[in-house]
């Protein structure tokens, strides 16, 4: 199966009326400069495969800001420079990320029209009182509202939300009910950010003024543990978890639950839980599970983390590979008997 790949151009804060309080795109982007038609002509020629089989496995998507808010003008100038390359076959079509208060039905027939084929938009959080302290500027039914039109007119829908934000006074109870009402929705991709501080944000001033504790990454990672299950229980297809290792992010992270392997750590948590609820059915004693081979590092944990969790409950845990276990499946031995 062929690995879907994306060719993102970075439109950095472009379009958005107000600054959120996590937000400095150009930080996240890791670009200071909005890229000029003739660039995205230039990346597209560049980086695109010629052959329109290679193509189906590419798409063109402009991230970073919210790109039906931009310039009218510009936005068109974009589309127009990166449509050629859809038309060609080059590039299966274009992914662009938006607000959900920046999407109506002539915008998409706009998009439409120059071969956008999926719109991510970026909800973050599905509370009402959240938004509103985080200077969102938009709200839960204009997350609705944007959807439905999404998904009627046939684009693939994304959305992106972000555990930890301020003003949760609960987060696990808050992600989990901004999960639910993505599932309501049911989009065709979730992105999972868990909040970060970084430096020359409102968030920075309410963590300087101990007015906000963002998430550990112990926290972030037991929270997306369970998004991710509820996601997988529905089909949702996760597309990201956690955001790209970058130098520039990197130098302006202030606090919260940055890792560059946070999708590794979640994957480990996840198999850790279903350790724990095979165990708890086991008496306490000396056990072999055995994994694919792509699953060892995730079985044990970081720092063997699982290995120790299952000691601390009384089972002495070897982890082996067997890679005639299919992914995602394991298999546990007790003794000479076999137990599954």
């Known amino acids: 199966m062929t690995k879907h790949k994306n060719l993102s ?17 150009k930080k996240i982007s890791g670009t200071q400069n909005p890229p000029s038609p003739r660039e995205v002509t230039r990346l597209c020629d560049e980086f695109l495969p010629h052959t329109a089989e290679e193509g189906k496995s590419y798409e063109i998507a402009f991230f970073g800001g919210s790109f039906t808010a931009i310039d009218r003008r510009y936005m068109l100038a974009l589309l127009q420079a990166a449509y050629p390359f859809v038309q060609s076959g ?11 208060d920046a999407i109506t039905p002539e915008i998409l027939d ?23 302290v985080n200077l969102r500027g938009h709200t839960v039914q204009d997350v609705f509202t944007a959807s439905e039109l999404i998904k009627k007119r046939g684009f693939s829908l994304g959305l992106q939300m972000m555990p930890g934000l301020y003003g949760c006074s609960d987060y696990m109870a808050y992600a989990v009910d901004t999960a639910e009402k993505f599932i309501q929705i049911m989009p ?11 430096k020359d944000t409102l968030l920075e001033k309410l963590y300087q003024n101990r007015m906000y504790t963002p998430l550990t990454v112990e926290q972030a990672v037991e929270i997306s543990a369970v998004l991710v299950k509820m996601f997988n229980e529905n089909n949702i297809r996760i597309i990201k978890l956690g ?28 198999l850790l839980d279903r350790f724990l609820h095979d165990f708890a ?29 299952l000691a601390e409950k009384g089972y002495a845990v070897t982890v082996k590979t067997d890679n005639t276990i299919t992914t995602d499946d394991y298999m546990i031995l007790e003794g ?5």
Request: glycine share 6%; net charge positive; charged share 20%.
């Open 336 to 340: 000479e008997k076999q137990c599954i």
């Open 9 to 25: 151009i970075f439109v950095p804060h472009e379009g958005c009326p107000n600054q959120c309080s996590f937000c400095d795109q």
């Open 110 to 132: 706009i998009l439409k029209d120059y071969g956008v084929t999926a719109i991510e938009l970026g909800a973050q959080s599905m509370q009402d009182e959240v938004l509103k």
């Open 90 to 100: 080059r590039a299966a079509g274009i992914r662009c990320s938006t607000r959900p």
């Open 243 to 270: 955001l790209h290792a970058d130098t520039s992010l990197e130098n302006s992270l202030v606090a919260g639950p940055y890792h560059p392997a946070l999708k590794e750590l979640v994957q480990s948590r996840m």
């Open 281 to 309: 059915h086991r008496p306490q004693g000396v056990y072999t599970i055995f994994v694919n081979g792509r699953q060892h590092s995730q079985a044990t944990g970081q720092k063997k983390s699982n290995i120790k969790a």
């Open 188 to 198: 065709d991709t979730v992105r999972i950010y868990p909040t970060l501080i970084l």
